[in-house]
């Protein structure tokens, strides 16, 4: 059974930083596609930022937090990281992890039926 646990969430003032976790079990998720996606009421889910399997793990980032943000992981603890600077008000939503559990390279952002599992969240929210 694959599980992936968001946290890392809170609420933060414009031009602060977080850093959100995503742990993985069940499997060995660092030799997959792994991502970080976005949703606030109303609209669908964005994709913020993906990282391919395996020890290479070319990365790829939303035009929206490109120079901000950072996903990155840790292949021994199976942990995926996303690196927030520079927060804006706009960034404020519902954070997923989410990995797609048979293939190593990832799919295009818009493609999330790709995804397969996904976790449960972690709000953050910037205040200006």
């Known amino acids: 059974q694959v599980r992936l646990a968001e946290s890392g969430g809170g609420s933060v003032q414009a031009g602060g930083s977080l850093r959100l976790s995503c742990s993985a079990s069940g499997y060995t998720a660092h030799n997959y596609c792994m991502a970080w996606f976005r949703q606030t009421p109303g609209k669908e889910r964005e994709g913020v930022a993906t990282?391919?399997?395996?020890?290479?793990?070319?990365?790829r980032h939303a035009d929206s937090v490109k120079g901000r943000f950072t996903i990155s992981k840790d292949i021994i603890k199976d942990i995926l990281y996303l690196r927030m600077d520079s927060l804006k008000p706009e960034d404020t939503a519902m954070y997923y992890c989410a990995v797609v559990s048979w293939e190593r390279v990832c799919p295009p952002f818009h493609e999330t039926h790709e995804y397969d599992f996904w976790g449960q969240g972690t709000q953050v929210t910037v205040s200006s």
């Open positions: 990282i391919d399997g395996g020890g290479n793990g070319l990365t």
